[in-house]
């Protein structure tokens, strides 16, 4: 048996094995994209795979301050989207 990493979810603080979490990340060029292979050069943060922990970081900033960036209110929507597949897959 290997060891999984362990990461921390930026919103609710839950350390979780990270295959269950979710990756946001920030490319060099400043695109924010959801990470679903957790490979992706740029600056990450980690979520849970819930609409609710994403909220929750928007709402305390966590998420911004994580990626060192402000987010656009159209790319939130796209990570909404994005983490919402990720819950269903």
């Known amino acids: 048996m290997r060891k999984q990493p362990v ?5 609710c603080r839950e350390k ?19 990470d679903a292979r957790g490979k992706m050069p740029g600056r990450g943060a980690y979520l849970c795979r819930n609409a609710a922990c994403l ?3 928007v709402r305390s900033r966590a998420l911004q301050r994580a ?23």
């Open 7 to 11: 990461r921390q979810c930026v919103a």
């Open 67 to 89: 990626l060192e960036c402000e987010i656009p209110p159209q790319t939130l929507e796209l990570l909404r989207t994005q983490i919402e597949e990720a819950d269903d897959g």
């Open 55 to 57: 909220e929750r970081a």
């Open 16 to 34: 979780k094995e990270k295959r269950q979490l979710v990756r946001v990340v920030r490319s060099p060029e400043g695109v924010i994209s959801v």
